[in-house]
């Protein structure tokens, strides 16, 4: 019998979910070692889903396993955002260029649609970290549209640093009204078609948001970007 029910989470999964909140929130502060006892220790849980969960974060490069030593919170550089972003505007554009091409339908393009709507009420509330749900949801729905598998894995290798980054500079930007107007250009673009035009918005949208936010990361100065 199918049923909606959700399965109950795993100790592992509920590891992983509780060691990337406490990684996000910076309570395991960037650069900081720990003990797989100690991390075992704070969730209580045992040492084994902790250890499932350290290799799956690893493998995401939240953090570095360090034989004998525990693990390292990972560090992320502003080279090493501004490096992200070069690839990440690259093949985030040329999604957006195979969505035009595709001819879809404007009930196909609902998900961007529904995005652009989410984040302008968010604004409107002046609720940013409600604006940076709407505004992942956009930029996956746009992988999506665009349907090259391979971009989408090689863009979800980027997320978590992405997310790291603007978790920490999100309340020092302004509220990103330009933001909003770009993703609606890019939607049109794609609803008619418009496979270069929505190539060249996007990709000028994507730089923009790059330089600002390592503008954001050297002005803070925050020890783990």
Request: no cysteine.
């Amino acid at each position: 019998m199918v049923t909606d029910e959700k399965l109950p989470m795993s100790n592992t999964e509920f590891a992983v979910a509780r060691l990337r909140d406490m990684i996000f929130s910076g309570e395991l502060a960037a650069g900081s070692d720990h003990l797989e006892t100690e991390l075992a220790e704070k969730l209580k849980l045992s040492r084994t889903p902790i250890r499932e969960a350290v290799l799956l974060l690893s493998s995401q490069g939240l953090l570095a396993i360090r034989p004998r030593k525990g693990v390292r919170i990972a560090s992320l550089s502003v080279s090493d955002m501004e490096e992200i972003y070069q690839v990440l505007t690259e093949l985030e554009s040329l999604s957006a260029w195979l969505a035009a091409k595709k001819g879809y339908k404007d009930s196909e393009l609902s998900a961007l649609a529904d995005a652009i709507d989410a984040m302008d009420r968010a604004l409107e509330q002046s609720d940013l970290e409600a604006w940076a749900v709407a505004d992942d949801q956009f930029h996956a729905s746009l992988l999506e549209l665009g349907g090259n598998r391979r971009i989408m894995r090689i863009v979800g290798m980027m997320a978590d640093q992405i997310k790291r980054a603007r978790s920490v500079t999100l309340h020092i930007r302004p509220l990103p009204v330009k933001s909003n107007d770009d993703h609606r250009l890019v939607y049109e673009a794609i609803a008619r078609g418009d496979a270069e035009t929505a190539k060249r918005l996007h990709y000028q949208h994507r730089q923009y948001a790059g330089t600002m936010l390592v503008s954001f990361l050297e002005k803070i100065q925050v020890p783990y970007v």
